[in-house]
């Protein structure tokens, strides 16, 4: 019996790895967003969240945080924090936080206000089922600037952008 649970743990795993590799590189839609330059200056996240509409091309800065997994597992999605609103924990003095992307100090209206959903779709309209973090220097607390369209279904309470181009550090 010992041996028939080991082999079939070993052909899920194999299932498992084959069905999403952790480290399998980019697909040419996201390696193509991630090599673009973003167009024009930044609006900070809190500003532009209350007058964008669905469509409007809009680019935006912040740091990956706001969530203590602020990339969706196997999806090409992340979470932008808006650097004015909110404060990694690794910023506040004396905090020793271990997940200083959560930014657990700020409230649920703050991070409501200062966050907003990247993704990036395909040409169908749906979100790559690829995981953004590690590629092109996107890691949980970089500074990252992105352009793109305010998606469809977007709110004042819930900004979700489709990135047309994005690009990690300063």
Do not use: Y
């Not at 743990?9 to 194999?14: G, L, R």
């Amino acid at each position: 019996p010992a041996v028939c649970i080991l082999a079939s743990s070993k052909k899920e795993e194999t299932a498992a790895k084959a069905e999403a590799p952790a480290s399998a590189a980019p697909s040419a839609e996201v390696t193509k967003i991630l090599a673009s330059a973003p167009a024009g200056s930044a609006t900070p996240i809190h500003t532009i969240r209350t007058t964008a509409k669905p469509g409007d091309e809009i680019t935006i800065s912040g740091k990956i945080m706001g969530s203590s997994k602020p990339f969706v597992e196997g999806r090409a999605a992340f979470i932008l924090g808006d650097k004015e609103i909110l404060t990694a924990c690794n910023e506040i003095p004396g905090d020793n936080c271990d997940t200083p992307w959560d930014v657990c100090c700020e409230s649920a209206e703050e991070k409501k206000q200062g966050t907003a959903t990247i993704q990036i779709v395909g040409a169908d309209g749906r979100v790559l089922k690829e995981s953004l973090e590690g590629n092109g220097g996107l890691e949980k607390l970089a500074e990252v600037t992105v352009t793109g369209k305010v998606a469809e279904g977007s709110t004042a309470d819930a900004l979700v952008v489709n990135a047309t181009a994005i690009k990690a550090g300063k």
